[in-house]
């Protein structure tokens, strides 16, 4: 059996003000590497792995090393679990690209993917994120990956067959997972999505 | 949310539409699990039930907390598992290999009563948006079910594959979040949370 953790980065100041982050590179803040600290047992519990897979964005790098401090792992990094690049977009807020941005603010509102400069779209993140995660997943085992919100949301979407697009599977929270197992050539099957912390149950999952 | 664990559970025989009741520490888990959802949502809950006794009492436990009372909705209830009900799983795979492995691959086999796979959807999914739809922005909604009729209905609401399941067995006590928004429809937020 495969098991695959994919784990989103702590929080950032940009996650804070509500700024598209995308391929900005923006540090993790000090609740952020708490967060990734808070995290880290549970993770070393149910995945105790000696190597984890990382965007090389320093947020979920950090994040990475403080789960791989906890486990005893190595951190390599690869970026094609970066986060989807939101091009002229990264660094606003949702206020601002309704006002700036109407028309690609309003498909992009709906659930379709806006044509702003710079955006990367679904399918392209699908097919990087998933061909590392096939490369990794080849052999049966554990295997842990620190990622981003919406490359991470693309990935399991495409693992569990659901349309790129789709809206069906929240976000992850900082410094929450998705689990999901696969047998054999049999199909991916979710185990758990922002189900570790049971405090976070009471805030909203950052959509 | 699953229901607390019974004897059954423990011994691995399969319940279905088998009205099997709580046990002392199924009573007791049901106990902690309305602890961690009441600490995790609050005590302003809509609960909702599966008509069998292994939820039903789950729901109570957490009814009592919220200070309300569960309303039984047989759309929850568990599939039935036909002639394989009462067996363990080892009796099953001696008694009927070829619709054990069919089972096992994730496929319904083809035995005398068992619920189909796309009808228990249906009706639990249909449960969900008619509890839901009838609540005000902002309610929570608690429905105490089965692990295959969780997996089934919610897989139905989001559009997944409904077999073989793309969406993992639920542990007893265990819960899974979903949100409903006019703009983005259902949504799954959490899957498999553990209360106890």
Redesign the interface.
């Known amino acids: 059996m495969r098991r695959l953790f994919l784990v989103r980065h702590g929080e950032t100041a940009w996650n804070v003000e509500h700024r598209l982050q995308g391929a900005s590179d923006i540090p993790l803040n000090d609740n952020g590497r708490a967060q990734a600290r808070a995290a880290a047992p549970a993770l070393a519990t149910l995945a105790p792995v000696k190597r984890i897979v990382s965007s090389d964005l320093s947020r979920a790098l950090e994040t990475a090393h403080i789960l791989a401090e906890a486990m005893g792992a190595e951190v390599v990094t690869d970026a094609r679990l970066r986060e989807r690049s939101y091009g002229v977009w990264e660094g606003l807020r949702e206020d601002v690209r309704q006002v700036d941005h109407a028309d690609e603010h309003a498909r992009w509102a709906q659930g379709l993917e806006p044509n702003v400069e710079g955006y990367e779209y679904n399918a392209t993140v699908r097919d990087r994120a998933l061909a590392l995660i096939e490369e990794i997943t080849a052999e049966d085992g554990t295997y842990v990956c620190v990622s981003h919100g919406s490359t991470t949301r693309v990935a399991v979407a495409a693992l569990l067959g659901l349309e790129l697009g789709s809206r069906a599977l929240g976000n992850l929270g900082n410094a929450q997972w998705a689990e999901l197992t696969q047998v054999g050539d049999g199909p991916w099957v979710l185990r758990s999505l922002n189900a570790s912390s049971l405090s976070a149950a009471s805030s909203t999952v950052d959509a | 949310m699953r229901h607390a664990r019974t004897g059954f559970n423990t011994e691995g025989r399969l319940q279905g539409s088998l009205d099997v009741p709580l046990g002392a520490d199924g009573l007791e888990q049901a106990e902690l699990v309305a602890v961690?959802l009441v600490?995790?949502?609050?005590p302003r809950l809509t609960v909702v039930t599966s008509p069998l006794a292994r939820a039903s009492q789950t729901a109570d436990a957490i009814a009592r907390l919220a200070g309300t009372v569960a309303i039984a909705d047989e759309r929850v209830t568990q599939r039935s598992y036909g002639v394989w009900e009462g067996h363990t799983w080892t009796e099953v795979r001696e008694q009927w290999p070829a619709e054990y492995a069919r089972r096992h691959?994730?496929y319904d086999p083809e035995i005398t009563g068992w619920g189909a796979s796309d009808a228990v959807g249906a009706r639990v999914a249909e449960a969900l948006v008619e509890r839901c739809g009838a609540s005000g922005d902002d309610d929570v909604v608690v429905v105490v079910s089965h692990g295959s009729a969780i997996m089934l209905g919610v897989a139905q609401l989001?559009?997944?594959?409904l077999v073989?399941?793309?969406?993992?067995h639920l542990d007893h006590g265990?819960w899974n979040?979903l949100?409903l928004t006019e703009?983005?429809?259902?949504?799954?937020?959490?899957?498999?949370?553990?209360?106890d």
């Open positions: 961690a600490a995790a949502y609050g691959e994730g989001l559009g997944l594959q073989p399941s793309r969406l993992g265990s979040e949100t703009n983005v429809g259902w949504r799954l937020t959490r899957y498999g949370v553990t209360g």
